[in-house]
């Protein structure tokens, strides 16, 4: 049986690197699956969606090498955030000083996000990426949401580099400045962070899904002809106290708003993809999986790049994989792909 096989994946900053982990056990199973050492996830998702951190990586498992293969194993792409995250999210003293810790100004100098951009992506074009995809962002000049797709880009007028589609989505308010990338016709776009309003993009890359046609699938597919996804960063709802929020000023309400509205988003979108499935006959219900890493030992700030806080993500992500009520998902979901292939 042939389904369209979908994967997402939340915003979070530097926590990328738990759904990294997870994503390179899976592809490791699958490799193990199928005999296959050369099998890579691009292979065997036909869409994949991202915010931000997300973003990234799905654009990073799409990318080609000159053979027109994948340029990265999964292990490569979590090594971007493991091996470059603590110059990314380094801050020097003048720019702290500068920015009042990201109040008066972005937090961090994007030097070192757009140098490993540059290093990862270098002049792909959106339109040569492997799959189609659906990457979020949001135009501060016209006040709507943008969205970058693959399947659109034969188009110049919506075809962009790679390297500026992980740039716009990642743009997260207070820690990089806003991004001014062009379309291949030239067209400026004023973009920041799509966390600020989908930082869980599952439930777009099923209404975009929706209206495309895949070879094997019949046209217009619905939730019973998908198997979706969807992989968090370790976001939990934090809670505030009311006699300390009820005099927050502007200031105040800075970082909790950007946690509620990334926390919030993943939750209500967790919870309509499962109203939507649970309509579904049984045996299409189990086709939407969900998987929230848990942060136990490292610190859950987007942007604790600290050496010791990267190892401690890693290790939490290896942990959680090796749970084995998790490990038993993760071999049902291999099952899956491989039988959705058609």
Not at 29 to 55: C, E, H, V
Not at 182 to 188: A, D, Q, R
Not at 310 to 339: C, F, P, R
Request: glycine content about 8%.
């Amino acid at each position: 049986m042939k389904k369209v096989r979908i994967l997402s994946i939340d915003g979070g900053g530097i926590r990328g690197i738990l759904p990294g982990m997870v994503l390179n056990q899976i592809e490791e199973k699958l490799r193990k699956k199928t005999k296959n050492p050369n099998l890579r996830l691009a292979d065997m998702f036909d869409f994949m969606a991202g915010t931000s951190t997300g973003g990234i990586l799905t654009l990073a498992y799409l990318t080609p090498n000159k053979n027109n293969r994948p340029k990265l194993k999964a292990t490569e792409a979590v090594n971007l955030y493991l091996d470059r995250g603590d110059e990314i999210f380094d801050i020097n003293i003048w720019q702290k000083f500068k920015s009042g810790k990201g109040v008066t100004d972005e937090k961090y100098n994007a030097k070192e996000l757009e140098e490993a951009l540059e290093d990862t992506f270098g002049e792909t074009k959106l339109s040569q990426l492997l799959k189609p995809c659906i990457i979020s962002s949001y135009d501060i000049r016209n006040g709507k949401p943008h969205f970058f797709k693959q399947h659109k880009s034969n188009n110049k007028i919506y075809n962009f580099k790679v390297k500026d589609v992980a740039r716009a989505t990642s743009a997260a308010p207070t820690y990089f400045e806003t991004a001014r990338v062009k379309s291949e016709l030239g067209t400026p776009y004023p973009l920041i962070d799509g966390g600020v309003f989908v930082n869980n993009p599952a439930l777009v890359a099923y209404s975009e899904v929706r209206s495309m046609d895949f070879e094997g699938v019949k046209k217009h597919p619905t939730a019973k002809d998908m198997m979706i996804v969807s992989i968090g960063t370790g976001s939990e709802s934090k809670k505030y106290e009311y006699k300390k929020a009820k005099d927050w000023g502007a200031v105040g309400w800075i970082k909790p708003i950007i946690d509620i509205m990334m926390a919030g988003s993943a939750q209500t979108v967790h919870y309509h993809l499962n109203q939507i499935y649970d309509t579904l006959e049984p045996a299409h219900q189990k086709d939407y999986h969900r998987l929230e890493p848990k942060i136990v030992t490292a610190d859950a700030e987007m942007d604790n790049a600290s050496i010791e806080n990267l190892q401690k993500l890693k290790d939490d992500g290896l942990s959680y994989v090796s749970n084995t009520a998790v490990d038993k998902e993760l071999d049902a979901i291999v099952e899956k792909l491989i039988a959705y292939q058609g």
